[in-house]
């Protein structure tokens, strides 16, 4: 079970007109398993990502989230009805945060649950009180986004996401708009996931936080996976030429 | 000034400025309902209703409001419409202002931050829950003001039926002057009505938006 393969990109390739921004991607994570992507800015992480859960569809190419493929292509009503199925079981947490500024902490939670899983109020504000519990907002339960620091937003956001209880989480620079003081609240949470073997894809600029808690990393460039490996192999000796360039520039920072 | 020629006749402009509020409301209504609907045709995604919106909002905000009203009140009876002048002022006017509406509500919708969408349609929301939980209302808020503006347009707007004949502000001081040659009187006095009645709007409207800007 351990090995399977869980989330799968095959030859994935994405172009905006004649920019290639993605050429031929093959990726498999496992359950479990956490990737870290990294690479220098334009080099296609974002649009990977979001390729996964169909925010940017590809261009050409499959992803798979266990034995369904996320990117049939079907009619358009099939289409919308099938992403936002699957959508249920991958969370994204994005750079900016994007909590719902007119709802509580526990509207932003409680929102997709009751719409999509159809729980009652008080299942509801029961699955609110445990995330936020896990993600140490309790307190803020009633608090607008406002009114919360940015370490707090996205710990909220990542609550928001887990809500939904994903198989999969997907961070595309999750710490990148935060204050350097407010990274490591944020960090601790991610690493909390990951003991729980949370399966998780993220991009990141953090070198240390990826050798910290990832298991494998991969480095794109210019729409490329240049190198993947363990993080002792990619952060101490990456074999590409590419790959060491951005880690004096990024690891000496 | 004629103050007594005031104290004589205003009991006339009061009775002309409820036809004028009567007027603004129902108009002020239709606009809202033409200027989501609109909104709607603008930004769906199928095209042919994109065109249908595009091409209602060009001729609307190509063509003098005035004539709009002539053509369905004096024209409609060519073509088998056949409506009293209250009736075809409202359409008229309504139809008009929100073509207007169609672009405040379409601004605000699109002025809500891209990552809102993305969010929810991360979660799992479709299209519409997207919209109608998410977006529109953010969205609402952002509209209060610029469609505050609409109807403040739209209020003095409804000066363009007084020449089929709605007795309203305007038409009752084209009347009295006509009988009483007192013509600065006769603005001044419909010129206030309508200055309180757009007050008073104004000020609802500026109290909603406050009371939406509360979180
Ligand atoms: N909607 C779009 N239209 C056109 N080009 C786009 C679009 N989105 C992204 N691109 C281009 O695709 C390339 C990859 O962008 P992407 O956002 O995936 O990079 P990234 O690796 O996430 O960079 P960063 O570290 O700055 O976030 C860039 O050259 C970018 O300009
Ligand atoms: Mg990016």
Not at chain 2, 69 to 78: A, H, K, S
Request: net charge positive.
């Amino acid at each position: 079970m351990s090995d399977q393969a869980f989330v799968t990109i095959k030859n994935a390739a994405k172009s905006y007109g004649q920019l290639e921004v993605l050429k031929d991607i093959n990726l498999t994570v496992q359950r479990g398993q956490i990737v870290a992507i990294i690479g220098p800015s334009g080099s296609g992480k974002s649009t990977l990502l979001r390729a996964i859960n169909e925010l940017d569809p590809l261009t050409s190419g499959e992803v798979w989230l266990e034995d369904v493929q996320i990117n049939r292509k079907l009619p358009h009503r099939q289409y919308e009805a099938h992403v936002n199925q699957v959508r249920q079981d991958i969370g994204m947490v994005f750079q900016h945060f994007n909590l719902f500024p007119h709802l509580t902490v526990r509207g932003n939670i409680t929102l997709a649950p009751r719409m999509l899983k159809g729980l009652t109020e008080a299942e509801a504000n029961k699955l609110a009180e445990e995330q936020l519990a896990k993600v140490g907002l309790s307190e803020k339960i009633d608090e607008y986004p406002s009114r919360l620091s940015g370490g707090q937003k996205q710990r909220v956001a990542i609550a928001r996401a887990l809500a939904m209880k994903p198989k999969v989480m997907l961070f595309d620079e999750a710490t990148s708009a935060l204050d350097p003081e407010l990274v490591e609240e944020v960090n601790l949470v991610m690493r909390q996931l990951a003991e729980e073997h949370m399966t998780m894809i993220i991009v990141t600029h953090e070198m240390d936080f990826a050798a910290s808690v990832c298991d494998r990393v991969l480095f794109m460039d210019k729409g490329v996976v240049v190198e993947e490996g363990p993080p002792s192999v990619i952060f101490q000796n990456p074999a590409n030429e590419r790959t060491r360039n951005f880690l004096r520039k990024h690891l000496s920072r | 000034m004629d103050t007594e020629l005031i104290l004589r006749v205003y009991p006339f402009f009061l009775e002309a400025a409820w036809v004028t509020i009567q007027l603004s409301v129902l108009t002020a209504l239709l606009g809202l309902a033409c200027g989501a609907l609109g909104a709607a045709a603008r930004l769906s995604r199928l095209a042919a209703f994109r065109f249908v919106g595009a091409v209602y909002v060009s001729i609307i905000r190509g063509t003098p409001a005035l004539i709009q009203v002539f053509i369905l009140y004096f024209g409609g009876p060519q073509i088998g419409i056949q409506l009293d002048s209250f009736a075809a002022g409202t359409i008229a006017l309504g139809v008009n202002i929100g073509a207007y509406m169609t672009e405040t509500i379409r601004g605000a919708i699109l002025s809500v931050d891209k990552g809102q969408t993305e969010a929810a349609r991360t979660l799992g929301l479709s299209r519409w829950k997207t919209m109608r939980k998410v977006v529109l209302p953010q969205a609402a808020r952002l509209m209060i003001r610029p469609l505050g503006v609409n109807i403040n347009a739209l209020i003095k707007g409804t000066a363009l039926v007084a020449p089929i004949s709605v007795v309203e502000l305007t038409y009752t001081a084209q009347r009295f002057i006509g009988s009483t040659y007192k013509p600065f009187e006769m603005f001044l006095l419909s010129g206030l009505l309508y200055m309180a009645i757009i007050y008073v709007v104004g000020q609802g409207v500026h109290w909603l938006d406050r009371r939406a800007r509360i979180t």
